[in-house]
């Protein structure tokens, strides 16, 4: 029955996170309340081991639940958890894809089609944003250290994050490929024992 609602909750976000990746983040932010499979805390550990493995991260971020979740029901269970979640995730894609492909040349020349491919676009870039937000509040502050609807600033999760934008922006650093920052600052995380978000 688990496995049944796994692929349900990742259908669902695959039918609505239109954007890509990043727009699978508030579906799996509600998905983590509702079912209490993860926390907001360990969205953002999926997301920062999502960003610096290969593949698409809403794919990476659904197999790992699926393995977790999965290894919870038993020990060999991982695998096929990863698996129905992937499907889960990428089958309303697919589709999609199908049907945009077979009556897409027919329609090409649509005002009404190219009117709605125009509203996705803005609401793409409102989840990508909230997404984005809901990282920062995630990884630079502390809600539960002040108390009350106070926050601590997590100070070294700030300046790392003011330093690798600074160095994406000077002349001579933002060519460098995303890897080198992503491992980079890794490294720093590990070397001076960052706390979790």
Not at 8 to 22: H, N, P
Not at 96 to 109: D, G, H, N, Q
Request: glycine share 12%; proline share 5%.
């Amino acid at each position: 029955m688990i496995f049944l609602r796994l692929f349900f909750e990742f259908f669902k976000t695959g039918l609505f996170a239109v954007g890509g990746g990043l727009a699978t983040i508030p579906f799996l932010r509600d998905i983590g309340a509702a079912t209490g499979w993860f926390t907001d805390a360990d969205l953002t550990t999926m997301l920062a081991v999502s960003e610096s493995t290969p593949g698409p991260i809403g794919v990476n971020m659904a197999t790992y639940v699926g393995f977790h979740i999965g290894s919870a029901q038993g020990p060999f269970l991982g695998i096929p958890g990863a698996v129905i979640t992937t499907l889960g995730l990428i089958t309303p894609s697919i589709i999609v894809i199908l049907i945009v492909a077979t009556v897409l040349e027919r329609f090409r020349s649509s005002r009404l089609v190219d009117s709605a491919f125009r509203g996705l676009r803005p609401a793409s870039t409102a989840l990508i944003c909230a997404a984005g937000l809901g990282v920062a509040k995630n990884v630079l502050f502390d809600f539960g250290a002040a108390g009350g609807l106070t926050a601590a600033v997590r100070w070294p999760s700030l300046l790392l994050c003011l330093a690798v934008f600074a160095c994406t922006q000077l002349k001579w650093t933002k060519k460098l490929h995303p890897i080198l920052f992503i491992g980079l600052s890794a490294v720093i995380g590990a070397v001076f024992k960052f706390a979790g978000a």
